[in-house]
T-cell receptor, first 115, second 115 residues
Framework: DAGVIQSPRHEVTEMGQEVTLRCKPI?????LFWYRQTMMRGLELLIY????????DSGMPEDRFSAKMPNASFSTLKIQPSEPRDSAVYFC?????????????FGPGTRLTVT | AQTVTQSQPEMSVQEAETVTLSCTYD???????LFWYKQPPSRQMILVIR??????QNATENRFSVNFQKAAKSFSLKISDSQLGDAAMYFC????????????FGKGTSLLVTP
């Protein structure tokens, strides 16, 4: 298995531009998570999906952020318009869910820089 | 909301020695799981070890073991026979079924291993 795939690995954009981050979870996993990592706030959950349905989006910073999961093998996180404070590493993770708590497998992350 | 606290921003250990990383958490739930993740400079998140709260026996994985004190809400990681490849950020994380399957992370401890 290729693991969780994220693209792009690095993204540099100018303030005000739209940014789309992509994630392909591990086949067969039914839960998908988006996390953001910054020096100030550490690792924090943005949103997670269970069976393609958003379950908890309370971590999404504001309306500029949106996430979708149109099918079991693809998810996007969109920022429009982007701002310098959005600069961070964005991780996607997936898990088989259920009980016992199966391991969350993380993608390599997307390093976003907004200038 | 559950909080996870890692009180040691940085730790240092000599190669072949033993080091213990601290983690405390706050929760009112009885059914939960605790994890230690390693993040090397490559930024890949790697699961080191996990502990189910209902298990009294401390988890071990080769050179890695935990000291789980449920009443004290403490979950420390012990690394024995430290190796240069152990140098990384280490994150303690909490997860419960009541609050969904998302991970709640501490701020991390940076571990330096000296020859």
């Amino acid at each position: 298995d290729a693991g969780v795939i994220q693209s792009p690995r690095h993204e540099v954009t100018e303030m005000g531009q739209e940014v789309t981050l992509r994630c392909k979870p591990i086949s067969g996993h039914n839960s998908l998570f988006w996390y953001r990592q910054t020096m100030m706030r550490g690792l924090e959950l943005l949103i997670y999906f269970n069976n393609n349905v958003p379950i908890d989006d309370s971590g999404m910073p504001e309306d500029r952020f949106s996430a979708k999961m149109p099918n079991a093998s693809f998810s996007t996180l969109k920022i429009q318009p982007s701002e310098p404070r959005d600069s961070a590493v964005y991780f996607c993770a997936s898990t088989a869910g259920g009980s016992p708590p199966y391991e969350q497998y993380f993608g390599p992350g997307t390093r976003l820089t907004v200038t | 909301a559950q909080t996870v606290t890692q009180s040691q921003p940085e730790m240092s250990v000599q190669e072949a020695e033993t080091v213990t990383l601290s983690c405390t958490y706050d929760t009112s739930e009885s059914d939960y799981y605790l994890f230690w993740y390693k993040q090397p400079p490559s930024r890949q998140m790697i699961l080191v070890i996990r502990q189910e709260a209902y298990k009294q026996q401390n988890a071990t994985e080769n050179r890695f073991s935990v000291n789980f004190q449920k009443a004290a809400k403490s979950f420390s990681l012990k690394i024995s026979d430290s190796q240069l490849g152990d140098a990384a950020m280490y994150f303690c994380a909490y997860r419960s079924s009541a609050s969904g399957y998302a991970l709640n992370f501490g701020k991390g401890t940076s571990l330096l291993v000296t020859p």
